[in-house]
């Protein structure tokens, strides 16, 4: 008889934290992100111009390493990062993925 109520109370459970919802209208943070996660962006936002700076400073370098990430940072900071495209070899969209058991195939 406890197995059949312990399967109805599971039904009940519909989500959130704690498995028993929010009610309609209801956050589940309704206190939203800690201010202090705001206070940190703010201040990193500050030293933008630095940071850029800097990472100009690199991709003028002579180091070949230092100069392609900083290079990549200030592009992908500027465009976005690239999408990425998986192509086959007949030119099909998409990607496949082979799951092989052992030897077995």
């Known amino acids: 008889m406890s197995v059949d109520n ?5 039904k009940k459970r519909t ?3 704690t498995g028993r ?4 209208g209801q956050s589940g943070n309704p206190g939203g992100r800690p201010k202090s996660v705001k206070d940190v962006k703010e201040a990193a936002r500050e030293h933008t111009m630095l940071a ?11 180091e070949p390493k230092a100069s392609v990430a900083a290079s990549n940072a200030l592009l992908d900071r500027a465009w976005g990062k690239a ?3 998986f192509e086959d070899e007949d030119g099909n969209n998409g990607l496949t993925v082979i799951i092989k ?3 077995k195939c």
């Open 21 to 24: 919802g929010f009610k309609k």
């Open 52 to 62: 850029i700076e800097r990472l100009v400073h690199w991709a003028k370098s002579d």
């Open 6 to 10: 312990n399967a109805a109370e599971r």
């Open 101 to 103: 058991n052992g030897d």
């Open 83 to 85: 999408p990425m495209k």
């Open 15 to 17: 989500g959130g934290v």
